[in-house]
């Protein structure tokens, strides 16, 4: 998901838009497919959310079907009310019987995604989500039970210290759509938002299992505003 607004770079003093902005020579967008590496096999549909401007002005779309050839790439009019929106304009592409997996584009996670997908797999859950510890308000959180499953979401309030990393796992496509739905019809919106972790009430109030996978806070790496650019550039 690469719709998002560019508020956080306002001033960074660039033409360009934040996906392209340069992290050690590279734009974000191909650090943040670098990372992805893993998981954007030619076996797997791989499909980009970005803004229609984006592409028009600045070929974004040319850029990642450069890096990954077989790739579908949705382009969004405007901005919508949140990520959950953007994602369900991808619902044309989808393959809705399979496993489904959203992801932020803007952050890296020094993981290894194969060993995450094994535990969701292993633990024959519906849903799962990668977590690290904080307990600041950007970002959203996970209240877990003593079996390990999430009992309670929420998005820019810290219910626990199981910060969400931008990293969702459905077992089925189908159900982030039906829940994501029912998020939206209940007007479960924050600050005229809808966003993507609180879906995860929806599915707990059926009766389905999540999980999560615990991350150190120094693998999550956000790239979210020019500081945290700056930062994760020291880092390399």
Known sequence: MMAGDDKDFSGANSKYPKMLAEINGKPMIEVVIDNLKPLLEEKNKIIFAIRKNDNDNYYLGNI?????PHAHVITINKETAGAALTA?????????SLPLILVNGDQVLDCNFQEILDNFNQKLVDAGVVVFKSVHPRW??????????????AEKKPISDNATAGFYYYKKSLDFIKYAKIMILKDGHVDGVFYICPVFNEMILDRKKITY???SSNKYHSLMSL??????????
């Open 227 to 236: 500081d945290k650019v700056k930062r994760f550039e020291s880092l390399c």
């Open 88 to 96: 369900l304009l991808t619902i044309e592409v989808m393959d809705k």
């Open 213 to 215: 996978f615990e991350i």
């Open 140 to 153: 959203s959180y996970v209240k877990v039970d003593d079996l390990g499953l999430v009992v309670e979401s």
């Open 64 to 68: 990642i079907k450069l890096l990954i």
